[in-house]
């Protein structure tokens, strides 16, 4: 790339290529700031979808908290999922879990009948 900028600028002496390499330079820390800016976004939808999810699975004492945290998280959105993330997921155990069930009881086992041969 710069070895064609450095032969635009060989080749016309006006000041465009000046002009060209400028907007060459100019282009490319446009993109490369839209593509850090896409992966944050990204990253960050992910987030808050994650920690969405976390309060709708959680059980809390209340059960008015867990209505009130899926409202602060959709409304704050990555703010509140950051709020979120850090006073209740860091504090808390993780998502409860159903207790074991007990095993179910065997069948009773029945006794073949031996079939006589004729």
Do not use: H
Not at 17 to 46: D, E, H, M, P, Y
Not at 97 to 115: F, G, M, V
């Amino acid at each position: 790339m710069f070895y064609a900028m450095q032969q635009l600028a060989q080749n016309d002496n006006s000041g465009q290529a000046a002009l060209a390499a400028a907007g060459i330079g100019f282009t490319l820390i446009v993109g490369f700031f839209i593509f850090i800016i896409s992966v944050v976004s990204i990253l960050a939808t992910a987030f808050w979808i994650w920690m969405l999810i976390d309060a709708a699975r959680r059980e809390f004492d209340d059960p008015n908290t867990k209505v009130l945290w899926i409202i602060l998280l959709i409304l704050l959105q990555v703010v509140g999922a950051i709020v979120y993330y850090f006073v209740i997921k860091r504090k808390g155990p993780a998502v409860a879990k159903p207790a074991p069930e007990a095993p179910l009881p065997s069948a009773p086992t029945r006794k073949r009948r031996k079939i006589a041969k004729k």
